[in-house]
């Protein structure tokens, strides 16, 4: 395991010093690159990442210090450490392209001390997918701050998505994969953490928090149906992108506070055909993606819009993003309606079940969440009341809970149709 390690890190230097002295299609500069994807294929058998740090001045490959430096692996840490990069990720699924890609930007980066952020930024807008860059000293953070950077990180990138297709221009699908992919490792490793920060509403950006929570809701409601990480994603991404085509109708349609006229609720239902063209200019997003865009709002009764014909197929994962929408829909406060507590949000849902919703998703849906969802308001055998943080793995209730000091816990902020 170690000669491999040291081998991934070899390979790249190696490729990195000779991007400097030949043509980036010279042998030189391709082989190394192939045999650093080589080396790195063994290792993900049973692990679906490899961290690559400096610390202390030395070179760290998951934890395995390299002390004999190249004059190659010298450049590498010093373009590393010149950019601004503490910290390099390389995920299960990473392909020569992304190392390729990787290895170009350090040698054509020429900004030094430059933000994690921004870095990130640009290797997504080159279509690195399975390179991830990070800070070290976020080793020291708990679950709570790191769901909390992911979720940001997803809410700016609808925002430029939605804010690029207003303005005629074409959204980054990379920069959306790669949100949805972190956010489905969060999701994995601390599920309530991500599920807590679907429940903090914004009246103001609704669009956008809504966007971000059926994404989330909708990565739990798959990994709790064991989907393949490939198809999770995939459900992830429509899930984050399935209201993109709203941005083709009129702000103020969508605004609108009232109920809707027959006309204008005609034209809300153009918006899952308008998404489907969206994506399909978009570049990373997969045809099965735009097909659940395109149908989270043909029903399970099929029912819905836009209308299937009777030997139209859908896409199961379709009605995965139908109850994630729901339930991030009825649990908002929005000018025309109240918002639900989750519980009751529920049993809005098992009503629906069968009807507009595929039973057996809003069963799975409730598992995902517990059978306390978090967020939920409690009383105690003690008398005491206080609010749901967390639950135990497989839906079972946990102790784990938040004390409210006035006694009286948490008031829900004070529910139109689901469109």
């Given at each position: 395991?170690?000669?491999?390690?040291?081998?991934?890190?070899?390979?790249?230097?190696?490729?990195?010093?000779?991007?400097?002295?030949?043509?980036?299609?010279?042998?030189?500069?391709?082989?190394?690159?192939?045999?650093?994807?080589?080396?790195?294929?063994?290792?993900f058998t049973d692990?679906s990442?490899?961290?690559?740090?400096?610390?202390?001045?030395?070179?760290?490959?998951e934890?395995?210090?390299?002390?004999?430096?190249?004059?190659?692996?010298?450049?590498?840490?010093?373009?590393?450490?010149?950019?601004?990069?503490?910290?390099?990720?390389?995920?299960?699924?990473?392909?020569?392209?992304?190392?390729?890609?990787f290895?170009?930007f350090?040698?054509?980066?020429?900004?030094?001390?430059?933000p994690?952020?921004?870095?990130?930024?640009?290797?997504?807008?080159?279509?690195?997918?399975?390179?991830?860059?990070?800070?070290?000293?976020?080793?020291?953070?708990?679950?709570?701050t790191?769901?909390?950077?992911?979720?940001?990180?997803?809410?700016?990138?609808?925002?430029?998505?939605?804010?690029?297709?207003?303005?005629g221009?074409?959204?980054?699908?990379?920069?959306?994969y790669?949100?949805v992919?972190?956010?489905?490792?969060?999701?994995?490793?601390?599920?309530?953490?991500m599920?807590?920060?679907?429940?903090?509403?914004n009246?103001?950006?609704?669009?956008?928090?809504?966007?971000?929570?059926?994404?989330?809701?909708?990565l739990?409601?798959?990994?709790?149906l064991?989907?393949?990480?490939?198809?999770?994603?995939?459900?992830?991404?429509?899930?984050?992108?399935?209201?993109?085509?709203?941005?083709?109708?009129?702000?103020d349609?969508?605004?609108?506070?009232?109920?809707?006229?027959?006309?204008?609720?005609?034209?809300?239902?153009?918006?899952?055909?308008?998404?489907?063209?969206?994506?399909?200019?978009?570049?990373?997003?997969q045809?099965?993606?735009?097909?659940?865009?395109?149908?989270h709002?043909m029903?399970?009764?099929?029912?819905?819009?836009?209308?299937?014909?009777?030997?139209?197929?859908?896409?199961?994962?379709?009605?995965?993003?139908?109850?994630?929408?729901?339930f991030?829909?009825?649990t908002?406060?929005?000018?025309?309606?109240?918002?639900?507590?989750?519980?009751?949000?529920?049993?809005?849902?098992r009503k629906?079940?069968?009807?507009?919703?595929?039973?057996?998703?809003?069963?799975?849906?409730?598992r995902?969440l517990?059978?306390?969802?978090?967020?939920?308001?409690?009383?105690l055998?003690t008398?005491?009341?206080?609010?749901?943080?967390?639950n135990?793995?497989?839906?079972?209730?946990?102790?784990?809970?938040?004390?409210?000091s006035?006694g009286?816990?948490?008031?829900?902020?004070?529910?139109?149709?689901?469109?």
């Amino acid at each position: 395991m170690e000669n491999a390690i040291a081998g991934v890190v070899r390979y790249l230097g190696a490729s990195l010093k000779n991007r400097g002295l030949y043509p980036p299609t010279h042998p030189l500069v391709r082989t190394p690159v192939e045999k650093c994807r080589t080396e790195l294929a063994p290792i993900f058998t049973d692990r679906s990442e490899l961290a690559l740090t400096v610390s202390d001045g030395t070179l760290v490959l998951e934890g395995v210090p390299i002390f004999q430096l190249t004059s190659s692996l010298e450049l590498f840490m010093a373009r590393l450490g010149a950019i601004g990069l503490p910290a390099v990720i390389f995920e299960r699924g990473v392909s020569v392209e992304d190392i390729e890609l990787f290895v170009r930007f350090l040698h054509e980066t020429k900004e030094q001390g430059l933000p994690i952020p921004e870095i990130k930024a640009r290797l997504a807008r080159w279509g690195v997918t399975h390179i991830r860059v990070t800070a070290t000293e976020e080793e020291g953070k708990d679950d709570f701050t790191f769901a909390r950077e992911i979720y940001g990180n997803a809410l700016n990138v609808v925002v430029r998505a939605l804010k690029d297709v207003r303005n005629g221009k074409t959204p980054d699908g990379a920069e959306t994969y790669r949100a949805v992919r972190e956010m489905s490792g969060m999701v994995s490793r601390n599920r309530d953490a991500m599920l807590a920060l679907t429940l903090i509403k914004n009246f103001d950006t609704y669009t956008y928090n809504h966007s971000v929570n059926v994404s989330v809701l909708s990565l739990a409601v798959a990994e709790t149906l064991g989907l393949p990480e490939n198809e999770r994603i995939g459900v992830g991404v429509a899930g984050l992108l399935h209201d993109v085509g709203k941005t083709q109708l009129a702000l103020d349609l969508i605004r609108k506070p009232g109920t809707l006229t027959v006309e204008e609720f005609e034209e809300i239902k153009k918006h899952p055909e308008e998404g489907y063209a969206i994506l399909g200019k978009m570049t990373h997003i997969q045809d099965s993606t735009r097909s659940v865009v395109r149908e989270h709002h043909m029903r399970f009764d099929r029912t819905g819009y836009p209308r299937p014909e009777p030997e139209y197929r859908m896409n199961p994962h379709s009605n995965v993003i139908a109850v994630a929408d729901c339930f991030d829909a009825l649990t908002t406060m929005r000018s025309y309606q109240k918002a639900s507590t989750p519980q009751q949000a529920l049993v809005i849902m098992r009503k629906l079940a069968g009807k507009s919703l595929d039973p057996d998703l809003v069963e799975l849906l409730e598992r995902s969440l517990g059978v306390y969802p978090v967020g939920t308001m409690v009383r105690l055998s003690t008398m005491e009341v206080g609010i749901v943080t967390g639950n135990a793995d497989g839906g079972r209730a946990s102790r784990r809970w938040r004390s409210c000091s006035t006694g009286r816990g948490t008031r829900w902020p004070p529910r139109r149709g689901w469109t």
